[in-house]
């Protein structure tokens, strides 16, 4: 299902509740990032968290509505990666698609009425990008953002699905309701190790020469850097096998959080890191991101041992728990092999697996 993130200001508040009402209708689904009423805000806070959550690939596409538009897309279009276009008659909305490949729109909630509005909405959602010679021009913008946009400033985490077909195959029995205990653990580990790839992709090498049976060899082994692997309790724990396999010399370390059954706070009952935990690259491991509660903490224990570059490998994750990580957190990088629709009441992501701990343990 296309899932869409949404946005305005105060005088966008009725054209974004009237876009949501269509949204419903045609079984799209959305998350409203406000504003909720017609009180004054300023409208670069809301395009930020918007624009944002769409760079980050948490939404891959977004509707932003101010009086005019313009304001958004101003906004907007400062955050690389996100490619805002005005729009306000249909043939726009068309071209920006298939031309531009724009995945943010912004609207006139002083211009247009309501009906035009969801035309409009309904053609850009529609259109799919040519590609073609388009494709060389939105490779050019993305050129002049890498030239011009300091990337240094602040590392930003990024989230990465890794869909790999093997990935996505193992995950469709693991979400089974009728899968083992057994299957179930097997394939949480199989799965953790084949996201490993993603996950060590950007290790630093060092040259080194062997000696084939034939000649001397110009070849590569991963440097002195190592892996500090934190399962976060008790589900994380699933996950550790399978990459143990394949990077036997990883160091362990465990933090155990808990979530409050009537608040859903996290809370940490259980922490022991490697000494050199600082030195290391860290992985933290956690089948399910859903609110993002022991995620936050767990990475902030991490981080007052020290360790700096961190990445949260999960196998399902919710946008909920993505953004809060992300917010706390801005400098991680999440990993996961798929990101679900939502949370339902209970804390659960939807459709998720249900809970894997207890799916991994056996336990209910
Ligand atoms: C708010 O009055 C208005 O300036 C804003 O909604 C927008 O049109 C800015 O571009």
Same mark, same amino acid.
């Given at each position: ?29 959305? $998350? ?10 300023? @409208? *670069? ?20 509505? %101010? #009086?005019? #538009?313009? #304001?958004?897309? &101003? ?6 990666? =996100?490619?805002?276009?005005? %729009? ?5 909305? +068309? ?40 494709? +060389? ?8 953002? $890498? ?14 699905? =890794? ?47 062997? $000696? ?19 399962? &976060? ?5 699933? /996950? ?7 990077? *036997? ?8 959080? @808990? ?11 259980? %922490? ?15 089948? /399910? ?7 936050? $903490? ?7 041992? #020290? ?26 990088? &999440? ?12 804390? @659960?992501?939807? *459709? ?13």
């Amino acid at each position: 299902m296309e899932r869409i993130a949404l946005g305005a200001d105060h005088a966008g508040y009725r054209l974004k509740e009237d876009i949501k009402a269509f949204l419903k209708e045609n079984n799209y689904y959305f $998350e409203d990032f406000g504003t909720f009423d017609t009180k004054p805000v300023d @409208y *670069p806070e809301i395009a930020i968290k918007v624009a944002t959550s769409i760079a980050k690939g948490v939404f891959p596409r977004g509707i932003l509505i %101010c #009086g005019t #538009g313009i #304001g958004m897309s &101003i906004v907007a279009n400062k955050v690389p990666g =996100v490619y805002a276009a005005l %729009c306000h008659d249909i043939f726009t909305a +068309r071209a920006s698609r298939a031309h531009n490949n724009s995945n943010l729109l912004t609207l006139g909630g002083r211009i247009i009425a309501s009906e035009l509005a969801k035309e409009i909405v309904r053609e850009w959602l529609e259109t799919p990008f040519e590609g073609g010679r388009h494709l +060389r021009r939105i490779q050019q913008i993305m050129a002049l953002e $890498e030239k011009f946009i300091k990337k240094d400033v602040v590392k930003n985490g990024r989230l990465v699905i =890794v869909d790999h077909p093997l990935i996505q195959h193992k995950l469709s029995i693991l979400r089974d309701k009728n899968t083992s205990v057994k299957e179930f653990r097997e394939l949480i580990s199989e799965i953790s190790a084949l996201m490993l790839f993603e996950v060590t992709r950007d290790i630093p090498l060092v040259e080194k020469e062997v $000696e084939t049976p034939i000649s001397r060899a110009k070849s590569f082994v991963i440097s002195g850097k190592e892996l500090a692997l934190v399962p &976060i309790l008790r589900a994380g724990l699933g /996950m550790i096998d399978g990459i143990l396999r394949l990077i *036997p010399n990883a160091k362990v370390g465990h933090i155990g959080v @808990y979530r409050k059954p009537d608040t859903l706070d996290p809370v940490v009952y259980y %922490c022991k890191l490697p000494k050199d935990i600082a030195e290391r690259d860290v992985v933290i491991l956690d089948p /399910m991101l859903a609110t993002g509660g022991s995620a936050v $903490e767990a990475i902030k224990i991490v981080k007052e041992h #020290g360790a700096k570059n961190i990445k949260f490998l999960c196998i399902i994750a919710a946008p909920e728990g993505v953004g809060k990580v992300h917010s706390a957190h801005p400098d991680v990088d &999440i990993l996961t092999a798929a990101l679900d629709e939502r949370l339902n009441d209970h804390g @659960y992501i939807v *459709p998720g697996l249900g809970d894997a701990g207890d799916r991994i343990f056996g336990t209910k």
